[in-house]
């Protein structure tokens, strides 16, 4: 199986859209809890109150379900290569 780890800034946006078209793809995805991040949402006057940057990692990575891989750190992401056929 292939195999992709990914990580990156704007964890709601560009590390979320990339894992879930790599799970489309069939690839095993893997997202380091601590190689992505991202910025506070500012609070919405009247609404909510700002969601602080490390919240909001957590639940982007979280909305990736059980299908990707979130629970290793990246200094422990170790992929082997297929063997030659």
């Known amino acids: 199986m292939r195999a992709v780890a990914v990580?990156?800034?704007?964890?709601?946006m560009c590390?979320?859209?990339?894992a879930r078209t790599a799970l489309a793809l069939g690839y095993r995805v893997v997202v380091p809890y601590?190689?992505?991040a991202t910025q506070d949402i500012p609070?919405?006057?009247g609404i909510s109150?700002?969601?602080p940057a490390a919240t909001?990692?957590?639940v982007a990575a979280y909305a990736?379900?059980?299908?990707?891989e979130t629970t290793v750190?990246?200094?422990?992401?170790t992929f082997t290569a297929p063997p030659a056929s």
């Open 7 to 12: 990580c990156g800034v704007m964890s709601e």
């Open 15 to 18: 590390v979320q859209a990339t």
């Open 34 to 36: 601590d190689a992505h």
């Open 43 to 45: 609070a919405a006057p």
């Open 49 to 51: 109150e700002a969601v």
């Open 56 to 58: 909001v990692s957590r």
């Open 64 to 68: 990736l379900g059980s299908d990707a």
């Open 73 to 77: 750190a990246a200094a422990d992401v």
